[in-house]
């Protein structure tokens, strides 16, 4: 049964930072690895997609990358800002189409 | 492209009493899922549906929780009695057929409370 891990639950950081969100999954036969961010009362929006064959991937500030082989994913976002604070959420797809979600991390960027 | 559909936004309902979601999925997506997302948690799988037919509802508490997709476009989840412990987020997602090179989109969401 797939797992996945999200650390830290929740992180506040100043402005301006640069920060790393960490994301673990326990079985490696993915299709792929979607990171996802929810703001307070709102659905999914999706980040980044990384397929199983790739190594990252980069949109403007962020930046995904995946280690099939440990399990793991990283989301970096450079020069953090106040309206980065949201929830971010990582999930694997399996073979069979099912989305498995981590617990998310809780951000807060501080002016 | 029109996103993900979902109705209503928000629903307070007392314990015992019904009630029903919808979802109108991406044009041409033909799976389709629903999720629930207690507060503080992520979304855990509900159904899935592919065209018209259940894929996967391992996770669905069939004595109270019933979902249907006729015409494999259209859905709806339906809750017959609630219990307070179904207060969350349900959202609906789609994604087209061939697996492994989309990725999943979500709708807004409703959100469910039971008093």
């Known amino acids: 049964k797939q797992e996945v891990t999200q650390i830290p639950a929740a992180l506040s950081v100043p402005e301006g930072e640069n920060l790393v969100l960490n994301c673990s999954f326990t079985?490696?036969?993915?299709?792929?690895l979607q990171w996802f961010r929810q703001d307070p009362g709102k659905g999914l929006t999706s980040l980044l997609l990384i397929q199983s064959s790739q190594r990252e991937q980069t949109s403007g500030r962020l930046n995904a990358s995946l280690d099939k082989s440990s399990g793991r994913s990283t989301l970096y976002i450079a020069a953090s800002q106040p309206g980065d604070s949201a929830t971010y959420l990582c999930?694997?797809?399996?073979?069979?189409?099912?989305?498995?979600f981590g617990q998310g991390t809780r951000l807060t960027i501080n002016p | 492209e029109a996103g993900v559909a979902q109705s209503p936004r928000y629903k307070i309902i007392e314990k015992r009493q019904s009630v029903a979601f919808w979802c109108n999925p991406i044009s041409g997506h033909a799976t389709l899922y629903w999720y629930q997302q207690i507060l503080g948690q992520g979304p855990k799988l509900l159904i899935q549906?592919?065209?018209?037919?259940?894929?996967?509802d391992s996770q669905l508490p069939k004595d109270r929780f019933s979902a249907e997709r006729l015409k494999g476009v259209d859905s709806t989840l339906k809750i017959q009695p609630a219990k307070l412990e179904d207060s969350a987020v349900y959202l609906c997602?789609?994604?087209?057929?061939?697996?492994?090179?989309?990725?999943?989109?979500f709708g807004s969401g409703t959100r469910l409370t039971v008093v």
């Open positions: 997602a789609s994604s087209p057929l061939a697996p492994g090179n989309y990725g999943y989109t």
């Open positions: 549906f592919q065209n018209n037919g259940v894929v996967d």
């Open positions: 999930a694997v797809r399996a073979l069979v189409q099912k989305l498995v």
């Open positions: 079985d490696s036969a993915i299709y792929n």
